[in-house]
């Protein structure tokens, strides 16, 4: 990404495409920068015999890239698309960064305390009782050893489990398509995975139109780089319009927009506004799922603080019980 914002740079000063890609070449090469040099020499050679640009940068970039770059090229706007591009994918890697912050950091505080509970029970509580001189029976302290016994016989087990439920989650999140999944989604399920997809549906449809695209053309080229559970809105969405809906909030309104998004595309009118509506409700977007996800994952959070805490005090108990009888 680095090297499509710095041949932005050469085209903003004023060169050509193919003047771009020949000075990233000699400065690359001075550098002695083997990959940006090639790729730029890739598409210098593709500019000169004059084909598309995704030619020559078919195996360096993503295919969402590639069709930025070839729809900025065809419509000759492709600086600006491209730092339109570049600006909604900062704001969803830092939607993504945020929600999975808030979601990793207890998990780490859990692994962290559930290792402390493992060498508490398997090592510092049984050296302790060795020196007592009359057998000590505690709740916390029995709760403790057959806790650690059971994370040392089958933690591996269930890490690998819990990775791999997680893993199937994710998959069927975007390739899941089914009567069944419309319910769960009400019950909450899949949230992180609708949420991402109408975040990327509303940025990208609302940079595509914005740059002179058709919402019908927008759609179609947005079906091949979607995941299927995003492409089966974006084809529920052109139906809706091929049978006749104008205004953008109806035909968005397949049930992957959150009713906030929809109000507020409701609101934008027709033609024109609408566009100008879309890409306001898309630069906002990113903080309206935000607060929905945070409002939802909190009765996760709350659990996983609770075992947290339940685990120190259980430490705590157990570890103030053997220094008590110890000291007896």
Not at 138 to 148: E, F, R
Not at 194 to 223: E, G
Not at 288 to 303: E, F, G, M, N, V
Request: net charge positive.
């Amino acid at each position: 990404w680095q090297w499509v914002e710095d041949y932005c740079l050469w085209l903003e000063d004023g060169c050509s495409p193919l003047q771009a890609a020949q000075a990233m070449c000699l400065s690359a090469q001075q550098y002695g920068l083997a990959a940006e040099a090639r790729m730029a020499e890739r598409l210098y050679q593709c500019l000169r015999s004059g084909r598309p640009m995704i030619s020559g940068l078919k195996d360096c970039l993503s295919p969402e890239l590639l069709q930025v770059f070839a729809l900025g090229q065809q419509s000759d706007c492709l600086t600006d698309l491209l730092h339109g591009y570049r600006d909604f994918q900062r704001r969803r890697y830092q939607l993504q960064l945020s929600l999975w912050r808030q979601r990793l950091y207890p998990m780490f505080v859990l692994a962290l305390v559930l290792t402390a509970t493992l060498a508490a029970g398997q090592s510092y509580l049984p050296r302790l009782l060795a020196h007592a001189t009359v057998p000590v029976q505690h709740w916390s302290i029995n709760v403790v050893l057959s806790l650690a016994e059971l994370l040392m016989q089958w933690g591996v087990v269930s890490l690998c489990t819990a990775v791999g439920l997680w893993l199937f989650y994710r998959w069927l999140g975007r390739h899941w398509i089914a009567p069944w999944r419309w319910r769960l989604e009400r019950l909450g399920l899949f949230g992180y995975q609708r949420a991402m997809s109408a975040v990327w549906v509303t940025q990208m449809v609302a940079l595509l139109l914005r740059h002179r695209l058709s919402l019908q053309d927008s759609l179609r080229r947005l079906q091949p780089l979607s995941n299927p559970y995003a492409g089966y809105h974006l084809q529920c969405m052109a139906n809706r319009l091929a049978r006749g809906e104008q205004h953008l909030s109806q035909v968005m309104s397949t049930g992957l927009l959150t009713p906030e998004l929809l109000f507020r595309l409701h609101n934008s009118g027709h033609n024109g506004a609408a566009v100008d509506g879309l890409w306001r409700t898309a630069l906002r977007c990113d903080t309206s799922i935000r607060r929905q996800l945070l409002r939802r994952q909190w009765l996760t959070l709350a659990l996983l603080y609770g075992v947290i805490v339940a685990l120190l005090l259980l430490l705590l108990q157990a570890g103030g019980q053997t220094m008590m009888a110890l000291l007896q």
